[in-house]
């Protein structure tokens, strides 16, 4: 008779034998996965928001976890005077804070900045609006525009006028903890009734096992400065190399009303041309939760208008000088999209140069109540040239709000410029302009380059009956007035161009168009009339395709035809784009009735010139550079005691010494333990 270890030979059969039965009832018998386990023991968090780690080229701000994540007892602020627990009284540091916009002060975050070993980290969730909260600098982009160190050098440091008086420069601090934003919504309560379960001191007792935590993972790579951080990113030793940080930037919006030939580039004879201006980015402590409602939506929903009001007026009457719709990325980052442009005018890689620009029109930040700021560089010889230029655009200003129902209020000449794009042009050339914008001296935004500068700040609301498709044409009191500016600066505009003034009456805004405009950016971008246009999220093709609606011309093309208009005879993309609109969806219809624009809108490439120059140092153009990162995470779990903690691992590291015990006994007694006395083979019976 043969036994079972008759067909084993040594250790290493049963072994594998042994293994094979384990893989067998593990894969066949269990039906808990590494993934259903890690969901049983944590609660991911989906809707947060990162604080990220910015550089240039003197030093880094912003926030990072350590490479493995932080990992921290939750506690909830609900006072300035609950900071004591977690800063020294708490017994189980370190702990991750969870407190409501209401409390996400600069001397908050600043006590729990100097307790990093106490605090693992910060959670923001967003909530109510204080009464006014701006973490950007008093000076915003100092010594960056028309003002430096060289000329005026008071003005470059907002020695006279103190821009924006409520700035505590929050977003300019360095944080080496992370910090992140959370929507109130139902993780927050999630959130919220963990730490009320396990870890809320109730009466001055002691907190009982298990606690809540929280880890959150925004490892940032790069470090130091931007040359440090670009350094690194050139260095190639591997197949796949990983970037540390990227230049911030992104891409203008231009469109000329007669456009010219895009490969052709610098000084056109014969011409020239007003700028309209308005800036497209705004900024926040977390950047991603920034929406500039008043800082930069106003302004650029009022160009875009003002161009669409423009629209039949320079067709039916061209006027004599050409008009530039200019809309700039990167200006909250040291000018890096007007820097760009005029870099690219001065060395003859933009359409025209500095000395075809007759005027500038910029649109500041436009609320409700409009007063008109008026600038022009002081110092030069041919100062009187200038004054006259920007007087006679004020006065077509003034004379394009007959009618209107709002005032211009001019400053004189002693009032230094303001944060904006028309600084860098005056920076390269004494150039006539003004800039539209609803404060006289210092900005009156509460919420200046913050995340409460929204759709509430801006005072857009609704009935409360109304559907998402009905508020989308609900024409709000905010949308009025910002119509009525629209209107004057497309007036003003045609008459600085030479236009016919028999025209000038015909030009007027649309209130319907800017509510829409409003209401996608502001308070939901998934709506039917964003959609008519194009899916994107990004802010920049979101610009790109409204202007081209508004200002181009739909043709008859197929959407085959639309990318390749070249090999038709009478199209030419030497002067004009062509992108494939969505279209609306007609009553009673599932498809949608898309079309080819073809209008002169154009994406300019808007990153500053320091990274061309590989000057990571420079103090003439922006460097600020974003950080990269692997992943961002964030989850909750709860946490056992440390006596349990070190108890199990006790008991591990027990288990793991018998098991090599009785490893080592099987495996010196194997020639005994798994021996086979075999009968002889002629064996009788």
């Given amino acids: 008779m043969v036994s079972l270890f008759d067909s084993i030979h040594s250790l290493g059969d049963l072994v594998k034998l042994v293994t094979s039965i384990q893989l067998f009832l593990f894969f066949c018998l269990s039906d808990v ?70 409390l996400f002060t600069k001397s ?25 909260f701006s973490p950007h600098t008093t000076c915003p982009n100092e010594n960056t525009g028309v003002y430096t160190e060289t000329y005026d050098h008071n003005l470059a440091h907002c020695n006279t006028t103190v821009w924006n008086p409520r700035g505590n420069g929050l977003s300019y601090e360095e944080f080496d903890s992370p910090v992140f934003s959370l929507k109130e919504d139902n993780e927050t309560e999630v959130i919220k009734q963990c730490y009320f379960d396990h870890n809320r001191v109730v009466n001055g007792s002691g907190l009982q096992y298990p606690l809540c935590a929280m880890q959150l993972f925004s490892h940032m790579h790069a470090v130091t400065d931007t040359a440090t951080c670009m350094r690194r990113s050139s260095m190639d030793f591997s197949t796949s190399p990983v970037m540390v940080c990227d230049p911030l930037g992104g891409y203008n919006v231009c469109a000329f009303i007669r456009p010219y030939n895009s490969t052709a ?62 809309f700039f990325h990167g200006e909250v980052f040291d000018y890096i999209g007007s820097s760009r442009m005029v870099y690219d005018m001065k060395n003859n890689m933009f359409v025209i140069d500095l000395d075809n620009v007759h005027s500038i029109l910029e649109i500041g930040q436009v609320k409700t109540c409009i007063s008109i700021n008026v600038w022009t560089y002081k110092c030069m010889d041919i100062r009187s040239n200038n004054n006259e230029s920007v007087t006679n655009l004020v006065k077509n200003l003034q004379s394009s709000t007959a009618g209107l ?31 539209l914008a609803d404060h006289q001296t210092d900005i009156n935004n509460r919420y200046y380059e913050s995340f409460y500068d929204n759709a509430a700040h801006l005072n857009l609301t609704y009935p409360s009956n109304l559907s998402p498709e009905e508020q989308l044409e609900f024409v709000t009191d905010t949308a009025k007035s910002l119509t009525e500016v629209a209107t004057a600066v497309a007036r003003a505009l045609f008459k600085q161009a030479g236009g016919n003034n028999s025209q000038v009456n015909k030009i007027n805004a649309d209130p319907k168009t800017v509510t829409q405009m409003l209401y996608g950016f502001l308070v939901r971008s998934n709506n039917s009339w964003f959609q008519s246009s194009h899916q994107a999220n990004a802010l920049t093709y979101l ?75 420079s103090k003439e153009y922006s460097t600020w550079t974003k950080s990269q990162w692997k992943f961002i995470k964030a989850r909750i779990f709860l946490v056992a005691s440390r ?43």
Avoid at 74 to 94: M, R, T
Avoid at 114 to 131: E, F, I, Y
Avoid at 556 to 564: E, I, M, R
């Fill in 108 to 132: 908050i975050m600043m006590k729990m900045k100097n307790a990093s070993s106490r605090v693992a980290g910060v959670v923001v969730v967003q909530k109510t609006s204080p009464p006014e």
């Fill in 33 to 102: 996965s590494c993934n259903s386990v890690a969901q049983k023991i944590y609660v991911e968090l989906n809707n947060t928001v990162p604080c990220v780690r910015l550089l240039n080229a003197t030093h880094q701000i912003g926030c990072q976890s350590s490479i493995s994540g932080d990992t921290g007892v939750i506690h909830v602020l609900e006072s300035e005077a609950d900071l004591e627990w977690p800063l020294s009284k708490g017994p189980n540091p370190p702990y991750m804070v969870l407190l409501e916009s209401s």
């Fill in 543 to 617: 610009v790109q395709y409204l202007l081209a609606n508004l200002t181009g011309t739909a043709t008859n093309l197929t959407q085959s035809q639309c990318k390749k208009p070249d090999e038709l005879p009478n199209e030419s993309t030497y002067l004009y784009s062509y992108l494939w609109v969505q279209g609306v969806v007609p009553p009673n219809s599932t498809q949608r009735e898309s079309f080819c624009v073809r209008t002169a809108v154009r994406l300019v490439k808007a990153v500053s010139p320091a990274f061309d120059l590989g000057d990571y140092i």
């Fill in 405 to 435: 129902n709002f005032s211009l209020v001019e400053t004189d000449f002693s009032q230094p410029l303001p944060p904006s794009s028309f600084q860098r042009l005056l920076r390269a050339r004494a150039i006539p302009g003004i800039v």
């Fill in 265 to 326: 580039f610098g000084h056109k004879e014969n011409e020239s041309v007003v700028i309209a201006a308005a800036r497209l980015d705004s900024r926040a402590f977390f950047l991603e939760d920034s929406t500039g409602a008043e800082g930069s939506v106003s302004g650029f929903v009022t160009l875009l208008a003002a161009a669409q009001a423009l629209r039949e007026a320079t067709q039916e009457a061209p006027p004599t000088r050409n008009i530039l719709f200019a």
């Fill in 643 to 685: 006596d349990l903690e070190m108890l199990t691992l006790g008991v591990g590291v027990a288990v793991l010494f018998t098991s090599l015990l009785v490893t080592y006994f099987v495996r010196t007694k194997a020639d005994v333990l798994f021996s086979s006395v075999r009968e002889p083979n002629n064996a009788a019976y």
